[in-house]
């Protein structure tokens, strides 16, 4: 499987952004899509995840952040709305055989795309 994160950029605080992952590959391997984050020195935080039918969020996000899918397209998009400085970081999309919140079950990652989020 392989995945490829875009449109990541420099917006203002309060902007959206829409976030979108295309997959490709062996994608009947693919159940759960996730996003990660990892700001500048910390770890790599759960975002939002989807499989069929299901979605889950990072409680801090899930007011502000909304997973979904287009199946034709082997495409997984974040949208994220109310954008604030804190949310700066690389985004990455990540594939699992599993349905989780948890990094270590997801065995492809794409390259990450950096969001900036201006005061």
């Known amino acids: 499987v392989q995945l490829q994160a875009s449109g990541g950029g420099l917006v203002q605080a309060g902007d959206s952004l829409r976030l979108s992952c295309a997959a490709s590959g062996r994608t009947f391997s693919m159940y759960g899509m996730g996003w990660f984050r990892q700001a500048p020195g910390k770890e790599r935080m759960f975002v939002a995840a989807?499989?069929?039918?299901?979605?889950m969020y990072s409680n801090s996000l899930k007011d502000r952040f909304t997973i979904s899918k287009d199946n034709a397209k082997n495409t997984v998009y974040l949208q994220m709305n109310s954008l604030k400085p804190e949310d700066t970081a690389v985004y990455y999309c990540a594939s699992s055989s599993c349905y989780t919140r948890s990094p270590s079950l997801y065995a492809f990652w794409g390259q990450g795309t950096l969001v900036t989020v201006s005061s």
């Open positions: 989807i499989s069929d039918g299901s979605t």
